[in-house]
């Protein structure tokens, strides 16, 4: 079955350091990615996405992440945390369909 | 303008109301989206609308009704609904429904069910 998994629910960073969120995805056949980031109580506001072409997106906020097929991965980075950074984080993918699946998100805490 | 603009942004409800929620995108999207999502979990779809027409339903209660006036709008009738559908719902759009164009969302209406 096609799924999406992002490895790690709570994910804590010093400000200033590197920020790794991990997402693999289940399919023989690579789906289009996203990632996206939900303040509390708002909506999801996107961060980046892939489609086709460089495998290397890079995003609003300095989020960066790299499309890898051989590891099915698509896992997002930030050289540098800040406090605004604090959020929850979903990847999401889709196979050419108007459903766009969730992972079970990430909780970004950024300490001083 | 690239918003999704839902109303209302708060709303308690009895077991026994009728209730609507409502979204509107000026943005030209041909694909709308009903989402619910519970505290720590990530959003569920529920409905997708592609040019006006229901093409996913994701075996939800017949208690929730979506409905898709034309293309900027789309509501979810509320009728009976039970103190587990307790959520914010979500709304979002995209240009078109083929997966490879992003979902923008709305900010979502706190669902109380009391």
């Known amino acids: 079955a096609q799924s999406v998994t992002q490895l790690g629910s709570h994910v804590s960073v010093s400000e200033g350091a590197l920020v790794l969120l991990r997402c693999n995805y289940s399919?023989?056949?690579?789906?289009?990615l996203f990632w996206y980031v939900q303040y509390p109580n708002q909506g999801l506001q996107l961060l980046l996405k892939y489609t086709t072409g460089a495998t290397l997106v890079k995003g609003i906020n300095g989020f960066e992440a790299e499309f890898k097929k051989s590891e099915t991965s698509f896992h997002l980075t930030k050289p540098s945390a800040h406090m605004s950074d604090a959020a929850e984080y979903f990847c999401?993918?889709?196979?050419?369909?108007?459903?766009?699946?969730f992972g079970t998100g990430t909780r970004l805490q950024v300490f001083p | 303008d690239t918003e999704v603009t839902q109303t209302p942004k708060h709303l308690v409800m009895g077991m026994t109301n009728k209730k609507s929620l409502k979204c509107e995108q000026h943005?030209?999207?041909?694909?709308m989206y009903w989402y619910k999502q519970k505290a720590k979990k990530p959003p569920e779809l529920m409905f997708v609308y592609s040019y006006e027409k229901l093409s996913i339903n994701e075996s939800v209660p017949s208690r929730f009704s979506p409905e898709c006036p034309n293309s900027s709008l789309l509501n979810l009738h509320l009728h009976a609904l039970q103190p587990e559908d307790s959520a914010l719902y979500l709304c979002?759009?995209?240009?078109?429904?083929?997966?490879?164009?992003?979902?923008?969302f709305g900010q979502g209406t706190r669902l109380t069910v009391v």
């Open positions: 943005m030209g999207h041909r694909a």
């Open positions: 999401a993918v889709s196979w050419n369909t108007d459903k766009l699946i």
């Open positions: 979002a759009s995209s240009r078109t429904g083929t997966g490879n164009t992003e979902a923008f």
């Open positions: 399919s023989s056949v690579p789906p289009y």
